[in-house]
């Protein structure tokens, strides 16, 4: 059997608002609504299902994206050009910096909501993306 991720959801206080954020950050589209959820589909056809949090508090997740080094060149142009602070690690102790973890570049952000956001160019242990 090949078991894959096929989607994830993602709460927000505002789901227009943090899909767009994230589409726009990672160049990537909202798609149309589906059910209760507004889609953002990876290159590997990972949906993240943006749906509304409701009344309750919205518990911050991590959502990591492996990119080509010119993509990362383009996502982190973007991530300056917005002024949005990021990380060199997830516990946002290095602002302004980025980490050369296994050889590539990483750097984490937020989203509106808190989500921990990240950007790496190799997978953890070196790999290259394919």
Do not use: C
Request: glycine share 10%; hydrophobic share 35%.
């Amino acid at each position: 059997m090949s078991i894959q991720l096929n989607h994830t959801i993602v709460y927000a206080s505002d789901k227009k608002r943090s899909a767009e954020f994230l589409a726009g950050l990672l160049g990537l589209q909202v798609r149309p609504q589906y059910g209760p959820f507004l889609p953002v589909v990876t290159a590997n056809d990972v949906a993240l299902d943006f749906a509304d949090a409701g009344k309750g508090p919205i518990t911050p997740q991590h959502y990591a994206f492996l990119v080509s080094e010119e993509e990362f060149d383009i996502v982190f142009g973007r991530l300056k050009e917005a002024g949005l602070t990021y990380y060199a690690d997830p516990m946002r102790t290095r602002p302004g910096e980025i980490n050369h973890n296994d050889g590539g570049r990483g750097v984490y952000w937020t989203d509106p909501d808190g989500h921990i956001l990240e950007i790496i160019t190799r997978h953890y242990g070196g790999e290259q993306p394919s």
